[in-house]
């Protein structure tokens, strides 16, 4: 057998639900942040972060401006 994949848990990152709607609501929160904005900003970048057509820095801009 030939390896040809190898997965392992940076930080916990794999193992959690990731930046859900509970932690993006007390970012929105802490940052005086619009909520369903940021929400509505999420579910548009998201995708994209995802598929490699936006860099991290460009999603985060977007979606907190």
Do not use: K, P, Y
């Amino acid at each position: 057998m030939t390896i040809t994949h190898l997965f392992f848990d940076v930080g916990g990152v794999l193992g959690t639900n990731g930046w859900d709607r509970e932690q993006r609501s007390a970012a929105a929160t802490h940052f005086g942040l619009d909520r369903a904005e940021l929400d509505d900003r999420h579910d548009d970048a998201i995708g994209m972060l995802e598929e490699g057509r936006m860099r991290l820095d460009e999603c985060l801009r977007n979606t907190a401006l």
